[in-house]
């Protein structure tokens, strides 16, 4: 009688083996022995349980607890406390990502319990070596079923029911591909299976054939069957040696038990199989190619007709399915027919196996409803992306699929709905994208590695895809034409329409899949020479200068500073940026996210380090860049924030006569009348608007063009070119009633008082609505008046636009912060103001790649306070002086523009009136591009711009050098006690602190000559 109370299941497939499960399993062998428990615990060599980045993995039953990324030295512990004390080792339990909350049981954890196994039933939970145990899961009962109690053409019958498509590529009927070869003549058939998978990341095949091996051969000999074939044929490339292994002796073991050869359970079928061993080439996945490699032949795609079903593999008729497929079949048999096609849609019936990879928290193997949405892929099951980076696209079927954006996150992924988004299911390869991905560079990749394994023996494939290579290759080394994209759709367009074989006809998606979707970034590398993600070496100074809107040589200004040359480090920062101690406030430091030394440790704190440079420089005329001749030329500018302001300026260095105008009374925009001082100290904003005044930038205040002054009469003064960058000062506001109500203000509002040091009467009690950095400020301005202050916020913390340091400290200041609650109604009492406010649900994606919050029904509640402020959102307030002009403005009310250019000839615009609410940083880079389009406009000519080059840097440099240890420094904060109303709450660096940190830089501009 077996004693065994406990089984360990221990993954290993090859990934978890190539993490060291061998090693594991002895130490737990090892552990079991010396505390005399290998009669009561059953080690079981499972195959890959699919989350493949935790490997290695084991679930110890009857209880189910899942232990992640188990070491050999771990199987004492495990042994100890959990097999022998009952008490489980909560340190290898899973980690949820983000919040890092541990989970116990593998039915809890997300990536498992939102799947559905079909095809991998068996996978993880049989041991893989074994027959008792695929028996003992009711295998081999499909097989008997269809034997001895069906035809062979009922069996083509459920399997047409079910609406089982081929899950290689295209998606085929399955039983209709049946039941042609099995109406088709001739003396001998054969039923085949494709384990050739050879698109780049995709590994099911490999996967099912380590941990279910028996699956697939039992669906073959029902096949067979069902066809009237007697011989099948496994191929499977040679580089699966583990696959190959336990495929061989679940052969072995069928043989044994007389479940392969003659006479099969003693009905009269024969059947037998035998493996073949493919060389690796990707066109052999293509199955006139394969059968042609099983015949000793090349590998090349046959043109058809006829069809495999009727002339197939050595000129017989054959069915060829791949491993998935096939492994659907003993459950469809089974089972039956409805109870499969009850999963998925309506067209596309089960599930998928696909192989989650890239940037994504949960790598490894899921099997999910056909149907399910790319969003809970990515986000539910996948964990979403490591390091709160964005989501991007995911690349779904392979070289031969497409890039789908964020935007359609909500996409249900079958076959139809992929083949409209220009991608195809394939074999299930899901790759999954961020931000710091340059999508010219993946169509590159994908081309590359399709012209690598043409076959070549149909031209449009052999040279269309090699041209295509070429263009792509040029456009990623900065040396592409527009023309270029045109060509590049042509070529794919002929592909599809003429290469011999699926594949080629294929290929071309990932390219028309990114024009489609990121057209963008293509024109951004033909035009401005730029990779916003800072993959394309050639269109890359440094990641940091790369990633910066404003392209500032960052590592230029880190160099000087190091060696206390700050008028050289702010020569290098002007040229670029005439902001650079507010952006050293203000800046969400985009260059951070990018910095290399984070692979070391932590990145350089370069806004600290921008923010001392900036404040030891008194006098910025003597780093200003030296201005070109004088042209006489006049450009207006409308509206004096960071964008207006750094246009005027770029214009200047360029020699134009730029006024800029601006309705308050003081220029700097958001600058001056959001950002509150505690921030952005006033006299930093005056002192480098004065600069700029020295410079020669001539600014009007107090002026509202379209009421002091229209369009036509600057025209008439001789102005020749506007640039319209007159801000966001329109709050969006909730369609509620009250809120006329005194006590009730726009964050914009509230904050332009503070900043200006009117009277505010708020109470005690203060709600702020929002989540963006105006909410935060309102909310740690409303504090500082005495206020006790909550913050309201429909979406998650994720999901809040705010700088997260903002929100870090505005909660160390004692804000408090509540999640998924909105806004419903506000009544307007005597002595207060009475909110309701509902709970709120995440729902679908919506167009920005963000689930959409839904309120829930009988949630809301009241809360009585002194004053609210909405700080929802903003848009810009300008069709007041553009009445009359060509421009018609988008929904949100900004000014559509390509890269500055409106459908007016002479009135261009940037900042928020194009990108909506934007940073100071991204203001400056639109009135960057803004400038050489007016330049352009105005001449007529291009010409390399001075904020267009980087100078050497001449700060001595050892490339052979160790890295200095310094870890990161800290931005130095008042303590929270100590901060008041209006003084600054971070304090610059010394000299030494500075020094210290800017050496930190890796110096990633340098290149040996």
């Not at 052979?960 to 303590?975: G, W």
């Amino acid at each position: 009688m077996s004693n065994i109370r406990t089984q360990v299941l221990l993954c290993q497939g090859t990934s978890c083996m190539s993490n060291g499960a061998t090693s594991v399993r002895e130490a737990l062998k090892e552990a079991l022995h010396k505390a005399g428990l290998e009669k009561e615990v059953e080690i079981i060599t499972a195959g890959c349980m699919g989350i493949c980045e935790l490997g290695p993995v084991m679930v110890i039953y009857p209880d189910g607890f899942f232990y992640q990324r188990v070491k050999p030295e771990d199987a004492e512990e495990i042994v100890q406390e959990h097999l022998l004390k009952g008490r489980v080792v909560k340190r290898l339990f899973y980690k949820k990502p983000k919040t890092e909350e541990l989970i116990a049981k593998i039915e809890d954890i997300d990536f498992f319990k939102l799947q559905e196994k079909i095809a991998r039933r068996n996978c993880g939970l049989i041991d893989v070596n074994t027959i008792n145990d695929y028996i003992g899961a009711d295998g081999f009962m499909a097989l008997g079923k269809a034997l001895t109690e069906m035809t062979s053409q009922e069996v083509i019958n459920e399997v047409k029911k079910s609406g089982l498509r081929g899950r290689g590529g295209a998606g085929f009927p399955t039983g209709l591909k049946w039941d042609i070869a099995a109406k088709a003549s001739g003396k001998q058939k054969y039923m085949l299976c494709n384990a050739d998978e050879g698109d780049p990341g995709a590994f099911m095949d490999r996967s099912m054939l380590e941990g279910d091996s028996y699956s697939v051969l039992e669906a073959m000999m029902i096949g067979g069957y069902a066809i009237g074939s007697n011989q099948g044929y496994i191929y499977v490339r040679a580089e699966y040696p583990l696959a190959i292994e336990r495929l061989t002796i679940a052969i072995n073991e069928m043989r044994k038990h007389k479940l392969l050869g003659k006479n099969i359970l003693g009905t009269g079928f024969d059947f037998d199989v035998e493996i073949r061993m493919g060389a690796g080439a990707f066109v052999c996945g293509e199955e006139t190619a394969l059968m042609r490699s099983i015949e000793g032949k090349r590998g090349e795609p046959q043109p058809r007709p006829p069809f495999p079903a009727h002339k197939g593999l050595f000129k017989y008729p054959s069915v060829l399915n791949n491993v998935e497929t096939l492994s659907n079949i003993p459950y469809i048999i089974l089972y039956g027919a409805e109870k499969f096609a009850s999963i998925g849609t309506e067209k596309s019936k089960g599930t998928k196996i696909f192989a989650l990879a890239g940037n994504i928290n949960n790598t490894g193997l899921i099997e999910v409803p056909i149907g399910i949405t790319l969003g809970k892929i990515v986000y539910n099951i996948g964990g979403g992306i490591p390091g709160n980076k964005k989501f991007k696209a995911v690349q779904i079927g392979g070289p031969s699929g497409g890039c789908i954006p964020a935007n359609h996150l909500n996409a249900k992924v079958d076959y139809e709905s992929l083949i409209e988004l220009g991608s195809i299911m394939g074999s299930g390869g899901l790759i999954v994208i961020d931000e710091d991905t340059c999508m010219v560079d993946i169509a590159r990749y994908f081309m590359e590695f399709i012209q690598e394994e043409s076959c070549g023996k149909c031209t449009p494939c052999r040279e269309g895809t090699r041209i295509m290579l070429e263009i792509l290759t040029r456009i990623c080394e900065g040396k592409g034409k527009m023309e270029d994209l045109d060509t590049l759709e042509e070529l794919a367009y002929q592909i599809k329409d003429s290469a011999l074989c699926g594949l080629g006809q294929t290929a071309p998606n990932p390219v028309l899949s990114t024009l489609r979707y990121f057209r963008d970034e293509y024109v951004e590398h033909i035009k401005d020479k730029k990779c916003r993600a800072g993959v394309c070496a050639e269109l890359v100074y440094t990641p940091c200068s790369n990633s910066c809107p404003a392209s500032v040589n960052v590592t230029a200004y880190l160099a000087y500073t190091k060696v206390g040359d700050y008028k050289k480090a702010m020569q290098a920062h002007l040229k670029n940026n005439p902001f650079p101690a507010v952006c050293g406030r203000v800046c969400p430091a985009f260059c951070e996210s990018r910095c290399r030394r984070k692979d070391i440790d932590e990145e350089v704190n370069i806004c600290a380090v921008k923010r001392f440079m900036a404040d030891k420089v008194d006098n910025y005329l003597e780093c200003f860049p030296e201005k070109q001749t004088l042209n006489r030329k006049k450009v207006a500018v409308i509206g004096g924030g960071p964008s207006g302001l750094s246009n005027a300026y770029f214009l200047t260095m360029l020699g134009y006569e730029v006024t800029v105008f601006e309705a308050q009374p003081k220029a700097g925009g958001m600058l001056t009348y959001a950002i509150p001082a505690y921030r952005l100290p006033k006299n930093i904003v005056e002192k480098e608007i004065q600069a700029l005044v020295d410079y020669g930038v001539n600014i009007k205040t107090n002026l509202r063009i379209g009421k002091d002054i229209t369009l036509d009469q600057l025209r008439n003064e001789g102005y020749k070119a506007f640039y319209v960058a007159a801000g966001a000062w329109n709050s969006v506001m909730p369609g509620i009633d009250n809120l006329e109500d005194p006590r009730v203000l726009n964050g914009l509002e509230f904050l332009s008082k503070f900043n200006q040091q009117e009277e505010l009467k708020i109470g005690k009690e203060v709600l702020v609505i929002g989540g963006g950095n105006s909410a935060i400020d309102a909310a740690r301005t409303a504090k500082r008046l005495g206020a006790d202050v909550t913050i309201a916020y429909r979406r998650t913390r994720e999901e809040m636009p705010a700088d997260e340091a903002e929100i870090n400290e505005a909660e160390r200041e004692g804000v408090k912060i509540y999640l998924l609650q909105n806004i419903k109604s506000i009544k307007s009492q005597k002595d207060y103001l009475e909110v309701e406010l509902v709970n709120m649900r995440l729902g679908d994606y919506d167009a920005s790649g963000r689930r959409r919050p839904i309120e829930i029904e009988g949630s809301s509640f009241v809360r009585k306070i002194d004053c609210l402020i909405l700080s929802i959102g903003q848009k810009p307030a300008i069709s007041d002086f553009i009445e009359g002009e060509k421009i018609q403005l988008n929904r949100n009310n900004t000014i559509p523009t390509i890269k500055g250019i409106t459908k007016s000839k002479d009135i261009f615009a940037g900042g928020d009136v194009a990108l909506g609410p934007a940073t100071v940083v991204e203001a400056i880079g639109e009135a960057q591009n803004a400038a050489e389009v007016i330049d352009f406009y105005l001449t007529g000519k291009k010409r390399i711009y001075p904020w267009r080059v980087e100078d050497p840097v001449d700060v001595e440099f050892d490339p052979e050098a160790e890295p200095v240890e310094f870890m990161r420094s800290k931005d130095c904060l008042i303590p929270v006690k100590e901060r008041g109303i209006y003084n600054e709450v971070e304090k610059t660096w010394n000299k030494e602190i500075a020094c210290r940190e800017s050496s930190r830089c890796l110096r990633c501009e340098y290149r040996e000559d």
